[in-house]
């Protein structure tokens, strides 16, 4: 904005401040004049002014503009900031489920009645609450992006409510902390199970996954220059990604997390299996590397026979065909043992900031309830403990 005294034909003096207001329909530049009898007073007449003129503009912008259309320039800016793939999927998943009820909407006309009604809608839908919060969540940086272009006056999303299902007394069982992981003999049974029924490398990663506690899209991405042999460690520096669960569509990206970038040491047994399947790939490649036309010669630890990797999606249906084969009867899924490696440290003695640090969490709801109730346990079961190491000086106070 400038400003400038001037003279009037009267004789006395007055502020003439000037600024460009909104650009006219015709293209051409808009400038807005106002004058007054201090510099202060000038300026404030200039910006009032063109308030007043880019409220109507934004007005006939507004109508223009549906919530696809914000949606969408939303989602252009956001995509640029570096997340995980699987969080923009997850984005574009939840703008569709809402764009089915708002897409052709002008934005400005979304009131909060009207969005708490297509919450509503997808509540009844068969959507879960933790899906609604997300779809929420998504639809509120949505209309806070749209507030900030003035496309709208008030975020609709603000104070509306979540719909909540009332859960069953077996869903309320199946919530369990302890059907989270797996506890000794549930692990032993399946491990056992694994050895006998299953194929191959499934030994190998399921070992792996308990006795590391490796996230399996982590386990997945491991490659040989990731096995530090000589000091039994293992690099923990990305995770694998396929929007089709296409292994030659893979994507290898940064982990969940900054701390989930680690180097950690492992078991000695653990390691020298890995080095076992590590000396059997390069066999195989040696030999079929040139008779497959295709073959990835990326070294991954665990790979097909033309060396692409193993998805995640390949682990899930494994461990779903070794189940049958035994009596768990808990939903189990390969994040499982990531939980279970946990229980583990905890009964080992090991501190929750160490696990922390061992696992990749920074802080992680999961991992502290799960070390609260294996401490819990532990405690309880300490005077049994205590009868199995002193029962022999126990009973000499009955002679």
Same mark, same amino acid.
């Given at each position: 904005?400038?400003? $400038? ?7 006395? %003096? ?9 650009? /006219?329909?015709?293209? &051409? ?27 109507? @503009? ?31 999927? /997850? ?19 979304? %009131? ?19 899906? #609604? #919060?997300?779809?929420?969540? =998504? ?7 749209? /507030? ?19 859960? =069953? ?22 491990? =056992? ?11 190998? $990663? ?12 982590? #386990? ?6 990731? #096995? !530090? ?23 290898? %990206?940064?982990?969940? %997390? ?16 890995? /080095? ?6 390069? &066999? ?31 682990? $899930? ?22 939980? @279970? ?38 405690? &309880?079961?300490?005077?049994?403990? !205590? ?13």
């Amino acid at each position: 904005m400038h400003c $400038r005294q001037i003279e009037l034909k009267s004789g006395k %003096t007055r502020w003439e401040c000037v600024d460009d207001g909104p650009t /006219k329909p015709s293209g &051409k530049r808009n400038q807005i004049v106002r004058r007054g009898k201090t510099q202060k007073e000038a300026k404030a007449k200039v910006r009032d002014e063109i308030a007043r003129q880019t409220a109507g @503009t934004n007005r006939k912008i507004s109508k223009r503009i549906t919530f696809g259309d914000a949606a969408q320039k939303w989602y252009d800016v956001y995509s640029l900031d570096g997340k995980k793939k699987s969080t923009y999927r /997850k984005r574009r998943r939840e703008i569709r489920d809402l764009n089915e009820h708002l897409k052709d909407t002008p934005i400005m006309d979304i %009131t909060h009645d009207e969005y708490q009604s297509t919450i509503n809608k997808m509540f009844k839908k068969g959507h879960s609450q933790s899906t #609604l #919060l997300g779809t929420n969540s =998504t639809a509120n940086m949505i209309f806070k992006y749209a /507030k900030k272009n003035r496309w709208v006056e008030e975020n609709p999303v603000t104070d509306v409510v979540i719909p909540k299902k009332r859960k =069953t007394v077996e869903e309320i069982k199946q919530e369990n902390i302890e059907e989270t992981y797996f506890d000794r003999d549930e692990l032993e049974e399946f491990l =056992t199970a694994t050895i006998k029924y299953g194929l191959k490398y499934d030994k190998e $990663r399921f070992f792996a996954m308990a006795f590391i506690g490796l996230r399996p899209g982590e #386990l997945c991405a491991l490659q040989k220059k990731d #096995l !530090l042999f000589e000091n039994d460690e293992i690099d923990i520096n990305k995770t694998i990604y396929s929007e089709t669960n296409s292994i030659t569509g893979y994507e290898l %990206t940064p982990p969940k %997390t900054y701390g989930s970038i680690r180097v950690i040491p492992v078991e000695r047994f653990i390691m020298d299996m890995l /080095k076992k399947v590590v000396h059997d790939n390069d &066999k195989h490649k040696m030999k079929y590397r040139k008779l497959i036309p295709d073959y990835h010669d990326k070294d991954f630890v665990f790979a097909h026979e033309n060396g692409y990797p193993f998805l995640t999606i390949t682990m $899930r249906n494994r461990m779903r065909r070794i189940l049958k084969k035994t009596n768990i009867k808990k939903n189990a899924y390969p994040h499982m043992f990531r939980h @279970t490696h946990i229980s583990m440290l905890t009964e080992a003695g090991v501190d929750l900031p160490t696990i922390m640090k061992l696992v990749g969490h920074e802080n992680d709801k999961t991992t502290t309830k799960i070390y609260t109730h294996v401490t819990k346990k532990m405690i &309880k079961d300490a005077p049994v403990h !205590l009868r199995k190491m002193y029962g022999n000086i126990l009973e000499k106070m009955l002679l």
